[in-house]
């Protein structure tokens, strides 16, 4: 497909007009980050073609070193917007370890028009045809330009230095959210695993006294949302948002992660992880230790201690204790019961396994509670 810097694609429900740094869905605006939306661009561009990685990173970063993580992210988040499941997909194809290709058909709107020769005595240039054909949409995307270069000069100029961010480094972050772990496995069934996993990672964070972590209840609300971080991050009311995709394959897991500044939508660090299923612990562990260290929390020697001791541990239990996790979650009785069911499985085969133990007391406790008959104290009358 010709790369026409005017030209306009159609796919699906959507428009995408690269001039104008616009995508449509049935006529309304689709709002996109600048480099996600140049991501869509080179695979709507090379509609049908396998794109590798590396040719990906190095068009949309051509200047910097930058991991896959940040491709993902990029690719994660158009599946988001376009309501494009990893599973099923009907845009981008994902192929393993190489790179990505846009698989919906593409029509090609608004090409110019075939340059010809004036016609005799008409006096126009054909540059001026060309100008004449320029929609206003496009005039007043220039304008628009013109006075964001001219706002940003002044603001270099005039404005004081004090109050400006130096580059590399990171703004303060006080509070911070996890949103779900985005399954790269293409499997439902292993939905528990992702979302137990964004589990560990919120607890594990949560033990950073200075840092405020949003609950689990309040991100799972956004667990496969196309909503982007402008929305999400205001409503959780946090400087930061970590988001990133997570693998399992055989007992091989890898997790991606990414820290977002949320007034921004900027990228401040990302990294990937790919450990056995028995070092998940530590692995969770130096998740959350990374990303104190990034936003520059300084952790006390028992907060270091605790995400520092993390032991090997036997896969399948901890596979059955996020099963129990997942359950439990659901928050009615057949959840609970299978819960159990699954933490009682992890302690069989790990007898020293706390986190499992830890559920089974607590469910525990709670059915004492609900059926066990109170009993009534009389406090005694004080003596006349």
């Known amino acids: 497909m010709a790369n026409d810097p005017q030209a306009t694609y159609a796919f699906g429900r959507f428009t995408l007009v690269p001039s104008e740094k616009r995508i449509l869905c049935d006529g309304k605006m689709v709002p996109l980050p600048p480099k996600v939306f140049d991501t869509l661009v080179l695979l709507v561009e090379n509609q049908g073609r396998l794109i590798q990685k590396e040719e990906l990173l190095k068009a949309l970063w051509p ?75 496009t005039i007043l995307a220039m304008f628009a330009a013109v006075l964001a270069l001219v706002a940003g000069v002044a603001a270099y100029v005039y404005l004081p230095r004090t109050g400006q961010r130096a580059a590399g480094v990171l703004p303060a972050i006080h509070s911070l ?38 609950s689990r209840t309040s991100v799972m609300q956004y ?14 009311n946090v400087d930061a948002v ?99 069911d699954y933490f009682q499985r992890a302690v069989a085969k790990d007898p020293d396994y706390a986190l499992a133990a830890s559920r089974i007391r607590s469910w525990c406790w709670a059915i004492t509670a609900i059926f066990l008959p109170r009993k009534r104290f009389r406090m005694p009358r004080k003596p006349p």
Do not use: C
């Open 63 to 137: 200047d910097t070193v930058v991991e896959e993580v940040a491709l993902a992210h990029n690719v994660s988040q158009l599946r988001k917007a376009l309501g494009d499941p990893a599973e099923d997909p009907k845009f981008i194809e994902t192929v393993p370890k190489r790179g990505y290709r846009f698989i919906a058909a593409v029509r090609e709107l608004g090409e110019p028009a075939p340059r010809a020769a004036s016609p005799a005595g008409s006096g126009v240039a054909p540059s001026a045809v060309r100008h004449a054909q320029w929609s206003r949409p």
């Open 177 to 214: 959210a996890v949103l779900p772990l985005e399954n790269l496995s293409g499997d439902k069934e292993q939905e528990y695993f992702a979302d137990g996993m964004t589990d560990e990672v919120i607890t594990e964070l949560g033990k950073v006294g200075a840092l405020r972590v949003i």
């Open 223 to 236: 667990k496969g949302t196309r909503k982007p971080l402008s929305d999400i991050a205001p409503k959780l």
């Open 242 to 340: 970590v988001e990133g995709t997570i693998l399992r394959s055989g007992n091989r897991v890898r997790i991606t992660a990414q820290l977002i500044e949320a007034s921004s939508d900027r990228h401040l660090w990302a990294r990937s992880y790919e450990r056995d299923l028995k070092d998940v612990l530590a692995l969770q562990d130096e998740v959350a230790r990374d990303i104190a260290e990034q936003i520059r929390i300084k952790l006390t020697p028992k907060e270091r201690t605790l995400l520092t001791e993390a032991h090997a541990i036997d896969p399948e239990a901890h596979d059955a204790y996020l099963r129990g996790r997942y359950w439990w979650s659901k928050r009615d009785a057949e959840g609970e019961w299978k819960g159990l």
